[in-house]
T-cell receptor, first 114, second 111 residues
Framework: NAGVTQTPKFQVLKTGQSMTLQCAQD?????MYWYRQDPGMGLRLIYY???????DKGEVPNGYNVSRLNKREFSLRLESAAPSQTSVYFC?????????????FGDGTRLSIL | GQQVMQIPQYQHVQEGEDFTTYCNSS?????IQWYKQRPGGHPVFLIQ?????EVKKQKRLTFQFGEAKKNSSLHITATQTTDVGTYFC???????????FGTGTRLTIIP
């Protein structure tokens, strides 16, 4: 029972490079989320997917794109990485969009942009 | 911008002392959740409060939701080294679909 699995765990990119962060959950959850965590800023929502086939912007979507590939998988893409995107990225899932369900987080991806 | 604020940002306590973190919103919340994140780890759900004035306890942890549903607190009695970490509140602002996380309170314990 893995819960929420994120890959990779660490990544270093050069400015302008692109990459995709992968997230998969095995709890049959409908809703999935991408957050970034910066010191002193808490967790800020980048994008979320309330259900398979839908995605919506969160608080800080600029510079990112997402794909809800199927019910299990929700990927986050940086098309042209910038130093300001250096952060820890967390994927989370919850049973439904009612937001009265707890969110289950992956272990995070530590991303550095040089 | 962030509409759910937490204070203090940092707290250092001697082992055995009590600890409290406060979460405040400028607007009414429909519910609030609390999470704990150990150093180097990921946030882990602790509890959810839904009703006005609700109080819930988990062993040494006491969670309260304000009468106006605009604030919440987490109190830890007699802290232990296992309590180290950052505590986040997360609230759903009425009329907003998304869960907004507070800025977190980082607790360190002095043995």
């Amino acid at each position: 029972n893995a819960g929420v699995t994120q890959t990779p765990k660490f990544q270093v990119l050069k400015t302008g490079q692109s990459m995709t962060l992968q997230c998969a959950q095995d709890m049959n959850h409908n809703s999935m989320y991408w957050y970034r965590q910066d010191p002193g800023m808490g967790l800020r929502l980048i994008y979320y997917s309330a259900s398979e086939g839908t995605t919506d912007k969160g608080e800080v979507p600029n510079g990112y794109n997402v794909s809800r590939l199927n019910k299990r998988e929700f990927s986050l893409r940086l098309e042209s990485a910038a130093p300001s995107q250096t952060s820890v990225y967390f994927c989370a899932s919850s049973a439904d969009r009612g937001l009265r369900q707890p969110q289950h987080f992956g272990d995070g991806t530590r991303l550095s942009i040089l | 911008g962030q509409q759910v604020m937490q204070i203090p940002q940092y707290q250092h306590v001697q082992e055995g002392e009590d600890f409290t973190t406060y979460c405040n919103s400028s607007t009414t919340l429909s519910n609030i959740q609390w999470y704990k994140q150990r150093p180097g780890g990921h946030p882990v759900f602790l509890i959810q409060l839904v009703k006005s004035g609700e109080v819930k306890k988990q062993k040494r942890l006491t969670f309260q939701f304000g009468e106006a549903k605009k604030n919440s607190s987490l109190h830890i009695t007699a802290t232990q080294t296992t309590d180290v970490g950052t505590y986040f509140c997360a609230g759903r602002i009425v009329g907003n679909e998304k869960l907004t996380f507070g800025t977190g309170t980082r607790l360190t314990i002095i043995p």
